[in-house]
């Protein structure tokens, strides 16, 4: 099993937080995996994206121009990413801030409504993992035993309070995604 995933958005929407947290996740439970961020010298609302490659066998490189899966949280990053896509693969969007929604036929495309739902819940910070849960409805690579422990891994001890806050939004985003478009 090999996953090759692309997370993208503006900086300070979680997306590398995203990333390294699924693969902390994934190391717990022995995968082989592979995290390497992009993004502008902006902290904020600059874009920044991350390579993710969860296996189960050695990872021979951390070069891709075709993913799996591709996670996009802005219009710029779905108009990149839409066409990076390996047919037959996953692409899972945010709606808001979103103009132009994917048109592609030979993919499977997934919606979350992550950014309204954490707004109208007061729980903004949490949306990225909101994504991440829909992200693992769709695709667990990892199991749900092991989310905690990645969770405690990658983040700071001083965070290491809010770990059920985020327990719970990758819940609440189970339950948000909803399909789109389905081979």
Same mark, same amino acid.
């Given at each position: 099993?090999?996953?090759?995933?692309?997370?993208?958005?503006?900086?300070?929407?979680?997306?590398?937080?995203?990333?390294?947290?699924?693969?902390?996740?994934?190391?717990?439970?022995?995968?082989?995996?592979?995290?390497?961020?992009?993004?502008?010298?902006?902290?904020? !609302? &600059?874009?920044?994206?991350?390579?993710? /490659? @969860? #296996?189960? %066998?050695? *990872?021979?490189?951390?070069?891709?121009?075709?993913?799996?899966?591709?996670?996009?949280?802005?219009?710029?990053?779905?108009?990149?990413?839409?066409?990076?896509?390996?047919?037959?693969?996953?692409?899972?969007?945010?709606?808001?801030?979103?103009?132009?929604?994917?048109?592609?036929?030979?993919?499977?495309?997934?919606?979350?409504?992550?950014?309204?739902?954490?707004?109208?819940?007061?729980?903004?910070?949490?949306?990225?993992?909101?994504?991440? !849960? &829909?992200?693992?409805?769709?695709?667990? /690579? @990892? #199991?749900? %035993?092991? *989310?905690?422990?990645?969770?405690?891994?990658?983040?700071?001890?001083?965070?290491?309070?809010?770990?059920?806050?985020?327990?719970?939004?990758?819940?609440?985003?189970?339950?948000?995604?909803?399909?789109?478009?389905?081979?």
């Amino acid at each position: 099993m090999t996953e090759e995933l692309i997370i993208a958005g503006f900086g300070g929407q979680g997306v590398l937080s995203m990333g390294k947290i699924l693969v902390y996740c994934a190391a717990e439970e022995g995968s082989e995996v592979l995290w390497m961020p992009a993004y502008g010298p902006e902290q904020r !609302g &600059g874009t920044a994206n991350v390579t993710v /490659i @969860v #296996s189960s %066998e050695r *990872i021979s490189s951390p070069i891709l121009s075709k993913f799996d899966t591709a996670i996009v949280l802005n219009q710029q990053s779905l108009d990149k990413f839409e066409a990076a896509v390996k047919p037959g693969g996953t692409l899972i969007f945010d709606p808001n801030g979103i103009t132009h929604e994917p048109t592609r036929k030979d993919i499977n495309i997934y919606k979350i409504a992550a950014t309204e739902k954490a707004q109208a819940m007061g729980i903004s910070k949490v949306f990225n993992m909101m994504v991440l !849960g &829909g992200y693992l409805k769709l695709k667990p /690579i @990892v #199991s749900n %035993e092991f *989310i905690e422990k990645g969770l405690m891994k990658a983040l700071p001890a001083r965070h290491h309070k809010l770990i059920p806050q985020n327990m719970e939004a990758i819940e609440i985003g189970k339950g948000l995604i909803e399909a789109v478009h389905t081979l």
